[in-house]
């Protein structure tokens, strides 16, 4: 969910131009921004909209919904709800919109003002309080688990969630770190994890991979992430879209093979008396991929590694 800022001091979303194209707007539709950041996205989206559109926008971060709700307090087509997007359904039928979104858009990963603000806990580049945490009114902070989760599931955690090589080397160098005095600040663990890799990836600060790893596992991002494409395209209207906005191969992984299974035909045993090009499939992928541009990445590198990928619901 990372941003550019520009010249007005302004986060621009990543791949805007093509999150609004893939989701086929209609003036009078009800869309979803199931995750609002800043609100770059939810901006571009109200301004396609006429009189009689609605967006309703999800965030579990306080301060992104404080935002929110500042923002567009004078706006009476934004609706802003402080949660996860994996309840999305289920606020949705509260509404009494089920069947009837016309739209999805879900950018998924750290927002740049929470990597920005050291204080968050997410940014090895800058020095902050161990926190980590998305929604910062529950759930249990970096500093206090790293105090005690065992060798082994740090192990664990770096390895599935970081894809870290030198796990054992890092989880060793924490523990017995933490042995000594506590691991408070962010620019701490950083160092730690800079101290136990023998060999440094050119243009990739050590710690990166870790960092992403504690945060995805303390967040429950991916989990989290196949309860929402789920939930998402349940709520789909007939011609809805559900665009989804990547950032690293753990989140693409499992949109691709989400997107991929659900508008796949099943597999029917042999001898039935049904063809499988006979069964009707309700959804489909919408062309391939979709890379930022040249022109962005010029603006903003961190686009470097977003890719979109579309659903459409067709009965």
Not at 141 to 153: E, F, G, N, Q, Y
Not at 235 to 241: E, I, P, S, T, Y
Request: net charge positive.
């Amino acid at each position: 969910m990372v941003a550019a800022v520009n010249s007005q001091g302004n986060h621009q979303a990543v791949l805007l131009r093509e999150a609004l194209e893939s989701l086929n707007i209609h003036p009078s539709g009800n869309y979803i921004d199931a995750t609002f950041g800043r609100g770059g996205h939810s901006l571009a989206i109200l301004q396609q909209l006429n009189e009689k559109g609605r967006l309703i926008a999800f965030d579990q971060d306080p301060e992104a919904v404080a935002f929110a709700r500042q923002k567009f307090k004078d706006e009476p087509r934004f609706t802003i709800v402080h949660c996860n997007f994996n309840r999305v359904a289920d606020v949705i039928e509260q509404y009494g919109r089920t069947e009837k979104i016309d739209g999805v858009l879900m950018d998924l990963g750290v927002s740049s003002p929470q990597l920005d603000d050291a204080a968050r806990g997410f940014s090895f580049l800058r020095s902050g309080p161990l926190d980590m945490r998305m929604d910062t009114s529950q759930g249990e902070t970096a500093r206090h688990w790293l105090a005690r989760v065992k060798t082994a599931d740090l192990i664990r955690v770096l390895k599935k969630y970081g894809e870290e090589k030198f796990a054992r080397r890092i989880a060793t160098a924490i523990v017995e770190t933490r042995n000594e005095r506590e691991i408070i600040e962010t620019g701490d663990l950083a160092e730690i994890i800079a101290n136990a890799i023998p060999v440094k990836e050119k243009h990739k600060h050590p710690a990166t991979r870790s960092f992403q790893a504690i945060r995805i596992y303390l967040n429950e991002e991916l989990q989290a992430i196949e309860q929402g494409l789920t939930g998402a395209a349940s709520v789909l209207a007939k011609g809805g879209r559900l665009s989804v906005i990547s950032f690293h191969s753990l989140e693409d992984r499992i949109v691709k093979r989400f997107m991929r299974n659900i508008s796949s035909r099943p597999k029917l045993p042999a001898g039935l008396p049904v063809m499988e090009a006979d069964i009707e499939v309700p959804y489909r992928q919408v062309g391939k991929s979709i890379i930022a541009g040249k022109e962005e990445l010029g603006i903003n590198p961190r686009a470097r590694s977003a890719r979109l990928r579309v659903l459409e619901r067709r009965l």
